[in-house]
């Protein structure tokens, strides 16, 4: 299946996806936030913090998997993202390691379905139309190595992301 149609983009609340893995925008500590990361622990419920707490963080760029607890995705695949700090930090190749580790770590527990924040871009400072190339390319070449991974969606909580989104993949 060519990657194009393995790839969707919608707008809205990631934790109401029926996927098999959502994937979280977290911190290195793994204990919880604001932003998608406040969300996703606020639907999943106490039991994913508790799971959290006994994986010993996880640092900028890796992925790490739990169950998805009360939330409709079976499990939920946490990755940090860089902070931004002017774009020569090598944030555009760590930005790029969680979404391929990310799909990694899906395509090993058997995820087929898996849907993505827009890593980075919120609290981290990320630019929007900086991080939307850099993540689709991940994915785009990730997808190539897991031939498992049926479907990818990117999910644009605001309008911004979504419009850079837009124009990447009608392009
Ligand atoms: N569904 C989908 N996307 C969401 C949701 C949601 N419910 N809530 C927020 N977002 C979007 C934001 O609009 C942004 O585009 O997720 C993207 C990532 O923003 P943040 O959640 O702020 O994550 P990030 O920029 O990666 O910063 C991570 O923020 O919440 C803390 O604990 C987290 O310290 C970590 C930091």
Excluded at 52 to 80: D, M, N, Q
Excluded at 117 to 127: C, K, L, N, R
Excluded at 154 to 170: I, K, S, T
Aim: with cysteine.
């Amino acid at each position: 299946m060519p990657d194009h149609a393995r790839i969707t983009l919608v707008r809205g609340d990631i934790t109401t996806l029926e996927v098999d893995a959502i994937v979280n925008a977290a911190n290195s500590s793994l204990l919880g936030g604001g932003g998608v990361d406040g969300a996703i622990h606020r639907a999943a419920g106490p039991e994913l913090r508790e799971q959290c707490r006994t994986l010993g963080g996880c640092p900028a760029g890796e992925a790490r998997v739990t169950s998805g607890y009360r939330l409709p995705a079976r499990w939920v695949i946490h990755t940090v993202g860089p902070i931004w700090d002017g774009g020569d930090h090598d944030e555009p190749a760590t930005l790029a390691s969680c979404y391929r580790n990310s799909l990694a770590l899906a395509a090993q527990v058997g995820a087929k379905t898996i849907a993505f924040p827009s890593i980075s871009t919120g609290v981290y400072g990320y630019p929007g139309h900086l991080a939307a190339p850099v993540a689709l390319a991940a994915v785009r070449s990730a997808l190539e190595e897991h031939a498992s991974i049926q479907q990818v969606t990117f999910v644009c909580f605001d309008n911004a992301n979504f419009q850079a989104y837009r124009a990447l993949l009608a392009g």
